[in-house]
């Protein structure tokens, strides 16, 4: 049966109550591989409380609606996350009440057989109402095309034909994924190796969220390492998945304005991360 489209775009969102602590920001950049070397003072202001610094994009796991897809009527069970993208307004408070509200932006029919797609917003706004971060998740909704909407858009990313202009190297903690599932996503496929198995994967996978943060991380240590606060916005697709104890290799070109990259894993020579595109202050 074909999706309801007026009960997507109409679906209702709790407000989702957000206050980050110390501990809570720390623990996110660990899970990035952000400490990696103690005696680094650009790590140390994100995992350590002297000074301690939020990463950018920790809006990334906060004030997340959970699973909602079910109650709008559509099937979770052939959903993907296709694409994010994060804008930071400005530097996330720590240990102040924050809001975050979510809405269906967008809603795209790709036909019966390749299914749909579904964008969805969430908006990060302190006490006094004031925006902190925007955030857009791109779903692919593989069972519910076919309703009659129009197609989704195209936005003509395509890798520059001329070297890039540098690249950064991340090597990924074996044990990143249990260490970044303690941000809130607990989904077993993280974690349970035959879980992993069960669904098709050889051995538990990273999150995609933690994959998209590290290739922020890696941008920011190439062209903004002394002031991390300096990225703006972030997007890209997800095109595979990745491994834990595998490494990221996150390739750049800067172009007017905006930096395009993509990431790849070095063990598998794969693209994993397409589409991407940074701004920074």
């Known amino acids: 049966m074909p999706l309801d489209e007026t009960r997507v775009r109409d679906f209702d969102f709790a407000d989702v109550p957000v206050k980050v602590g110390e501990k809570d920001a720390m623990l996110y950049a660990l899970g990035l591989g952000i400490g990696a070397d103690p005696l680094d003072a650009r790590a140390l202001r994100h995992v350590y409380e002297k000074d301690l610094q939020v990463f950018p ?6 004030g997340s609606p959970g699973m909602w ?5 559509l099937d979770y069970r052939k959903l993907v996350h296709g694409a994010q993208a994060l804008e930071v307004v400005r530097p996330l408070p720590l240990d102040d009440g ?3 509200r979510s809405k269906v932006v967008g809603l795209w029919d790709r036909g019966a057989e390749k299914g749909a797609v579904v964008d969805v917003e969430r908006v990060l706004t ?3 109402g ?17 309703f009659g ?4 858009e195209r936005d003509g990313w395509a890798r520059p034909e001329r070297a890039a202009d540098g690249a950064a190297v991340l090597p990924i903690l074996p044990q990143a994924a249990l260490l970044y599932r303690l941000n809130g996503d607990m989904n077993p496929l993280h974690a349970d190796p035959e879980w992993a198995k069960a669904v098709g994967f050889e051995r538990p996978i990273l999150h995609g969220l933690c994959t998209f943060a590290m290739a922020a991380r890696g941008l920011i240590e190439q062209l903004s390492p002394d002031a991390p606060e300096a990225l703006r916005a ?5 095109s595979r998945p990745v491994f834990p104890g595998e490494t990221l290799r996150v390739t750049f070109w800067q172009e007017a304005g905006e930096v395009l990259f993509e990431a790849s894993v070095e063990e598998r020579d794969l693209v994993v991360l397409t589409g991407g595109r940074a701004r920074f202050a």
Do not use: E
């Open 126 to 128: 302190d006490t006094a």
């Open 149 to 152: 909407g129009r197609p989704p």
């Open 98 to 100: 924050m809001v975050a």
């Open 234 to 238: 972030i997007s890209g697709r997800f």
């Open 69 to 73: 897809f079910d109650k709008a009527g």
């Open 130 to 146: 004031a925006v902190v971060a925007r955030l857009v998740s791109t779903y692919a909704l593989r069972g519910d095309g076919g």
């Open 57 to 62: 994009t920790m809006p990334l796991v906060l």
